[in-house]
């Protein structure tokens, strides 16, 4: 595992957040689990949000019961566009769609209400889509044995991901395509910013004054490599930089990231 740099502008802002929120960094996120410290380096944008979002309360969560009672306490607004988030990101979804459409454009749920809350069941769901497949195709491609694979379907679920993880070091991928890093394709199962009711996936991604209508609204991309998927942080981007977040281009679109120094 990487060091974890403290003093650099990520975390020192979200020290700040969670010190507002009476939470310590090692509450939210143990110093000696490695899939969380990971989930934090790529999902961790909407830990430093504005005040009237409520990140949650631990960087992975391992149960249904869990984030039940994480998801009542951030509260649901349902939307006109069947999907459900918080209600300051729903409240910012409607206006900024709202604003496209008097633009002449639209702002859609792409895949339907999967496109913003989702339950720990969906994420397990999503997770087992692309590590199920992936075993058995790395089984007939030799890169693994059928014990082996066996061993790891056996395993409870948040003991795979850390496997898994290992397993793409050498070059044994669990993405859908099998050619990058499973957490580039899903999040892993109870991690998700749509759990967070923060994230939204629209259609219109590729449009760049759709992105900019987002932006002017509080939705900002911020999980890299993941390019319909917005987060909200209820912040303007001018304040982005101050929550210890840097820009960063790709795919011609612009990622505000955790900046780790
Ligand atoms: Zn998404």
């Known amino acids: 595992m990487s060091t974890v740099n403290l003093s650099s502008p990520f975390y020192q802002s979200l020290q700040r957040a969670l010190s507002q929120r009476n939470t310590t960094l090692s509450a939210i996120c143990p110093n000696d689990d490695s899939v969380a410290r990971r989930v934090l380096h790529d999902y961790g944008a909407m830990f430093v949000g504005s005040e009237n979002i409520l990140p949650p309360p631990r960087c992975v969560f391992s149960s249904e019961e869990q984030v039940i009672e994480f998801q009542a306490e951030a509260g649901v607004a349902p939307a006109k566009i069947a999907i459900e988030l918080q209600p300051a990101a729903i409240d910012a979804l409607l206006k900024a769609r709202a604003q496209a459409k008097t633009e002449g454009l639209d702002i859609t749920p792409r895949d339907g209400a999967e496109a913003a809350r989702r339950s720990y069941a969906d994420t397990v769901r999503l997770w087992n889509s692309r ?10 491609a030799g890169r693994l044995t059928e014990d082996e694979a066996n061993r790891l379907r056996a395993l409870p679920i948040h003991e795979q991901v850390p496997e898994v993880l290992e397993l793409e070091k050498e070059g044994i991928f669990f ?3 099998l050619s990058k890093s499973v957490l580039y394709s899903i999040a892993a199962p109870g991690t998700s910013q749509h759990i967070a009711m923060l994230a939204f996936d629209a259609n219109e991604f590729l449009d ?26 209820g912040l303007t981007e001018d304040e982005l930089p101050s929550r210890g977040l840097k820009p960063v281009e790709a795919n011609s679109q612009k990622f505000w990231i955790p900046d780790f120094g």
Do not use: C, N, Y
């Open 131 to 140: 590590f199920l497949p992936a075993l058995d195709h790395w089984t007939h």
């Open 175 to 177: 993405s859908k395509d």
């Open 208 to 233: 760049a004054r759709v992105r900019e209508i987002m932006s002017e609204h509080g939705w900002f991309q911020t999980v890299l490599s993941d390019l319909p998927h917005f987060t909200f942080l």
